[in-house]
């Protein structure tokens, strides 16, 4: 396939111009002060900020429209912002250029209960959501740690800890509007469930980091909060026997919801953070929704099958806040896993492989950290073969910085290699650019043509998933 | 956006050279004549056959990949051909070119039964899919009407009666191989479940009806079979209390597997055609998956809803066959429509709305069908919001045949002004081109930004889905 790519990178305008422009258009809501510029290149990774040149806090579709008709004017780059809480430099300005900064767009525009739908601007949080359906019996299941903006969730097809059930933002998203790197405006469809009107627009945009244009509205899957929910933890002798009651689980066709392995180091960093006092040992934090029967039918099915793999006493956590404690704990493992080594920076991986090599990468994994002596607790989504090791990394020791490096070069290449991903739910960003070839092949080329075909300027978030070919 | 969009369909070469080039190549594998070629361009519609100028069977990727250069070297349409049973001329050469029938890549390459996945090429069908998994406890769900091929259910974005449980195609494809119009070979993705790995490129070719590329490999999602199954139909004094009962199972969460609507005049075709004896009232066909307890529960709070909505009698069919045969005639439904006005053909429409509009849209719609004194048999996915209308038209009545035209127009329209889509799970094809732009409006623009980035020499199925700029 050949690829006429516009090595446009090469021929920027005068950020000065655009600048002026934007200050006289935006005025206070337009900012190059350092401290503001640091914070939307701030990373929450290793990956060195690389801070844009200026920071425009836009309220709607239209404004957008009109910072990127400016940037594409002066062949600016434009690079999205929601919270920043982007794992892979995501936010990051490489090339420089003008953050757009999308957390005062943050309206709920409607709820369509009947519909089981909402309308969104793309600031909104997960939590914001949450919130402002409490009142509804609804809910919004994707859960990333970070308390995310829907947009951000989107761009970079996050998932979290309900996917196993409920799927990813690919899945809950009816549809999408973008200001596209022309300034036009794009609306994907309307809000039937399912269409099969033409190309998948909305599913391209989603997982596309911000490079092809800027999600600006969204109209998600609303899901009825369940009549019962429970769960509790378990705890397992060994890593291996937590992941074969995960992968017998699912195999077993159980309809968790949660379903999330803790190892014994994570456990700890866990019960210190959050003031819990579980077993330090490998643990499955797990979760069932549905009617009072179903829920007591799916948690007497998964306690069988954690006795036959050695697990240990299973705890409940029938009450609304002693959950919520609970899995507020899960979420907080970032924070948790850094205290265990202050001072020092943690990098998080985001493998994925099929659920049938999941013990093994693990193990293998597990042995890799042992043996390079790394502290690095592990923690995953694993009922979609998905988990994260942080590796707590002292920048000051270059040696150590390279060691980490490698291993989780290994790690990457060996979800590949087991038919899996290097990216569950991260993203590729900056930091996961050297792995994408190796897992798609051709599909670089692809992705390469149609960014081209979309932004042939190379100005919606350069320096992302894919570089042009010179 | 500007799009450089090139009519190349003007410089087609000379189909001589190439049907001279395939003789040699496939032998007995490739057919000019004239039988076979119209069997490869009917449309099972109102539309007109419009034959390839040559079919070639092709057995491998290798072999499809061999057949596009050729074709591409000299600017000739390729056409992928799977069962032929779309319904909106998927497969009509309006430009000429060479068919490609993939009916003959029919191996079933793995089934992974402990991932949930499987393996297949494109023209295994789904029938024959369940069939081999039989003896795994496992199944695919998605079901259209035909006994389509797999290839061809991925690449109109295929759903049908499960859809409401289990997602359409888009749900339930992991990855595929596609062979793009350079004859380059495309592999999207390993077997993880979720990936955030680049642009979702499985998911643009899913839907793009053959217009980007010809889908020579795919994984797909695999399901428990229910440990109970079990479901039966119940009749409703109105469409309007069918569609109310609908709504609110909906509304109430109920995983239902299926829930499908039939008018009176459905009913009656059904009868008559599959030997039932149903009463000819709208009647709910529903079914429930899950554990013994969990589908007594659905089916009781179903009960409870049909009541509060007028319903009669429910009745359950328990024995499997029974069942059988129930979901049989819900699928020749199209075919026991045709016996309701011998000699005349059916023309579907596949609008879908939000659930809140479905009963207001089927209304209105009654309304024009009995204004129109149309015969006008009413069937659908309605758990989804997705209905089709089935207009028996004298094809020899001019007059009927544009006032056909009118009510489908009418239609269209209609579901698209209630936030719909002209098309729920039949695509676009050449029948509904006049309504994609109403629809997405901009969205045209960029489904031909991205099909002339992709396909510059419109090669790939042209004329379908969007015209390239003149």
């Known amino acids: 396939m050949s690829a006429d790519l516009v090595a446009s990178s090469n021929d920027r305008g005068d950020f000065g111009t655009v600048s002026a422009i934007l200050k006289q258009r935006f005025g206070e809501r337009f900012s190059t002060a350092q401290a503001v510029r640091e914070q939307h290149g701030h990373t929450t990774s290793w990956l060195k900020n690389q801070p844009p040149e200026g920071v425009v806090f836009v309220e709607t579709t239209e404004e957008v429209s009109d910072v990127v008709r400016i940037c594409a004017e002066h062949n600016i780059p ?66 990333p740690g970070a308390d995310a903006s ?6 970079t097809r996050a998932s979290g800890t309900n996917a196993v059930r409920y799927g990813t933002m690919r899945d809950n998203v009816i549809n999408l509007t973008a200001v596209l790197p022309d300034g036009s405006i ?4 309307n809000r039937a469930r399912k269409s ?45 026997d937590a992941c074969n009651a995960v992968i017998q689980t699912i195999q077993y066709g159980i309809p968790v919801a949660r379903i999330e392995l803790l190892d014994a180091l994570q456990v700890k960093a866990c019960n210190a953070y ?11 934090f797990v979760e069932f929704h549905g009617s009072d029967a179903s829920v007591a039918e ?38 948790a896993s850094l205290g265990l080594r202050p001072g020092c920076e943690g990098i998080s991986t985001d493998v ?56 989780i070069s290994k790690l990457n290449k060996r979800a590949i290699a087991m038919d899996g991903t290097c990216t569950g739910e991260h993203g590729i960003g900056q930091g996961k650019m050297p792995y994408l070839e190796a897992e798609i092949g051709h599909g670089v080329d692809v992705i390469r043509l149609i960014k081209t075909a979309i932004d042939p300027q190379n100005i919606m978030n350069p320096g992302k998933i894919a570089l042009p070919r010179q």
Chains 1, 2 share one sequence.
Request: hydrophobic share 40%.
């Open 298 to 335: 799916q948690a007497e099915m998964f306690g069988e099958i954690a006795d036959e793999c050695n697990g240990g006493e299973f705890v409940w956590t029938a009450q609304a806040e002693e959950r919520t404690k609970l899995w507020q704990a899960r979420h907080d493992a970032y924070w």
């Open 78 to 143: 434009i690079i999205p912002f929601g919270t920043g809480t982007s794992l892979e430099g995501h936010v990051n300005a490489p090339e420089g250029g003008v953050s757009v900064d999308l957390s005062r767009m943050n309206r709920v525009l409607a709820v369509n209960s009947e519909d089981l739908d909402c309308i969104i601007e793309p600031g909104v949080t997960r939590k914001q959501l949450n919130d402002h359906l409490r009142a509804t019996g609804l809910f919004f299941p994707i859960d």
């Open 150 to 155: 829907l947009g951000g969730m989107a761009s």
């Open 196 to 240: 099969a009107a033409g190309y998948d627009l909305a599913r391209l945009l989603i997982g596309s980091e911000g490079t092809l244009g800027i999600i600006t509205e969204l109209t998600l899957k609303l899901h009825g909060i369940p009549q019962a929910i429970s769960g509790g933890v378990c705890p397992f002798p060994t890593v291996e």
């Open 352 to 407: 994925c492989v099929p659920i049938s090599r999941l013990a093994e990468c693990v193990l293998e994994t597990a042995k890799d950290i042992e043996e390079m002596k790394f502290v690095a607790p592990m923690v995953g989504h694993v009922g979609d073969g998905n988990f994260h090791v942080l590796v707590l990394v002292d920048m000051d020791d270059a040696d150590e910085v390279a060691r980490a490096g490698s291993f």
């Open 274 to 284: 959050s003031n819990l006092s579980l077993s330090e040992q490998p643990t499955l």
């Open 186 to 189: 794009l609306k994907t469809g």
